[in-house]
């Protein structure tokens, strides 16, 4: 079965489990500039990463053929980051924006079950130019949808 795929309005403030692991010592440390300049990457937005706490942090959203990365700036590493997720766009269920601020965009995942919609995790960002981003991943993710 095909996953499903949504873009809508959010008024729900929390329905899944974040992607924010809480020890940064584990996740991959890499250059920036390396992944900004890797040929499979097709999109690249600099944004903000909303972490559970309502901190913000300073990241770039990254797209290639098959999935996304979300690489969050090391404030002492200048140049480097983690990789806080590494996301099959397969995996994307819905796409959703606040009214009342749509450059906060949440990315959910999850899977049919039964027929059934289960979500497993999101990831929340603040992007500048969302309408562009939302849209060019989208045209992604129906690309792989269709390919399968």
């Known amino acids: 079965m095909q996953p499903v795929f949504t873009i809508a309005d959010d008024d729900d403030d929390n329905d899944g489990s974040s992607s924010n692991l809480s020890d940064d010592d584990r996740r991959e440390v890499v250059n920036i500039e390396t992944w900004l300049k890797k040929p499979e990457v097709k999109y690249k937005f600099k944004c903000q990463e909303v972490r559970d706490n309502g901190f913000m942090s300073p990241c770039n959203l990254l797209t290639t053929d098959t999935h996304m990365y979300i690489l969050r700036d090391i404030p002492d590493r200048k140049g480097f980051a983690h990789i806080t997720a590494r996301r099959a766009l397969a995996s994307v269920a819905k796409i959703t924006s606040k009214k009342r601020c749509p450059e906060l965009i949440t990315f959910k ?38 390919s399968q």
């Open 109 to 146: 995942y999850g899977f049919l079950e039964n027929d059934v919609l289960k979500l497993v995790s999101y990831d929340r960002l603040f992007i500048t130019n969302a309408g562009e981003a939302t849209k060019l991943i989208k045209q992604q993710i129906m690309t792989v949808i269709d």
